[in-house]
């Protein structure tokens, strides 16, 4: 029967907290505790031959990428933007999908310890409360960067894209266009994503002396299914939209594929702005106009900035915000009678 670290912890007279210490960082036990721990693991053969390779070389020399969900193909620049940050230092990538831990309950703490790696890159803001707490633990915080996403009211690390000022651009590029009707299509609820992008086409409307009526404001996940469904509410609005700002870029292509269900051309008659600039973006029908946000090098920097926290060098600002630019392709032109 296999035994597990409350056996262990137990059967050595000590806390499950110092077995944890003394399995993944010797250092900080004393040399009679960890061997007190570690005579119970030899006996019971608890991964045995993995801890004690750990131990001689005090490092796993590998890191670990938790995402929201591996299915979503806006990830896929990132994580290859933190293996390539990684190599040079020869460090392992191991990658793990948030919403299949929350499933089996397991924490990314206990994942990081079982995998033997030396730090985590978080994609997911949303993790609950208690996850959070066991990640800002003092012995923790330090091997945590948040990348794309973070948690509010908290101070990792973290790596990000300037999200307010793309929804900006995107508004300016609109209205320079003349469109005056907007509509807003946000990702999921309590998504710190949907909140700065909310708020940053909310900024540049009422900079330019527009308004965002609540009828037109949809949505409810970043995802392709959504933007289509979300179509033909907008175009119920009461002073129909000639402009729709997306959070992402797959709810401006469901949208737009929505919006050619009812026979309303984009952009002849409706403008659609996308955000990513995923690989697609430049092959829907037509080309989407989207912001895009350096992915690959943000994976890149939050794989530095871990890193250099390892090394016992973390920056003396703990945000890095990186910078977004417009991709203007066919989804957008002049509002309807401007030419």
């Given amino acids: 029967m296999a035994i597990g670290i409350k056996e262990i912890a137990r059967l050595a ?18 040399p009679e505790t960890r061997a007190q721990v570690m005579a119970v693991v030899e006996q019971h053969d608890y991964r045995a031959n993995s801890f004690a390779r750990s131990l001689r070389v005090r490092r796993a020399d590998a890191v670990l990428a938790l995402v929201p969900n591996l299915g979503n193909p806006f990830f ?21 999908d948030s919403l299949s831990q929350q499933v ?52 990792f690390t973290t790596v990000r894209s300037d999200n307010r000022a793309g929804m900006a651009l995107a508004v300016q590029h609109l209205a320079a266009l003349g469109h005056r009707r907007f509509a807003l299509l946000t990702g999921p609820a309590g998504n710190v994503l949907t909140q700065e992008r909310r708020q940053g086409a909310v900024a540049a409307l009422a900079a330019a002396g527009l308004s965002l009526p609540p009828e037109a404001i949809a949505g409810g996940s970043f995802e392709i299914r959504d933007g289509y469904r979300a179509a033909g509410a907008l175009m119920r609005c009461a002073e129909r939209p000639t402009a729709i700002l997306c959070a992402s870029d797959q709810l401006a292509i469901g949208c737009i594929s929505g919006l050619s269900e009812l026979g309303i051309r984009v952009p002849e008659d409706v403008s659609v702005v996308g955000f990513d600039d995923i690989a697609l973006a430049a092959y829907s029908r ?18 530095e900035r871990l890193l250099d926290s390892l090394a016992g060098r973390p920056a003396a600002e703990p945000l890095t915000t990186l910078p977004v630019e417009i991709v203007v392709r066919r989804s957008t032109a002049p509002a309807p009678g401007r030419g």
């Fill in 286 to 303: 037509p080309p989407l106009t989207t912001i895009r946000q350096d992915r690959r090098r943000l994976g890149r920097s939050a794989a």
């Fill in 13 to 30: 007279g000590v806390s499950t907290a110092t077995v944890s210490r003394a399995l993944s960082q010797p250092a900080r036990v004393s």
């Fill in 76 to 96: 896929s620049e990132i994580i290859a933007g933190i293996q390539e940050g990684l190599a040079p230092a020869g460090i392992d990538l191991l990658v793990t």
């Fill in 104 to 155: 089996r309950r397991q924490s990314p703490v206990g994942h990081l310890q079982a995998a033997r790696a030396d730090g985590l890159i978080c994609l997911d803001g949303g993790l609950p409360a208690e996850v959070l707490d066991e990640l800002a633990a003092s012995d923790v915080a330090g091997r945590v960067v948040f990348a794309c996403e973070w948690p509010e009211g908290r101070h």
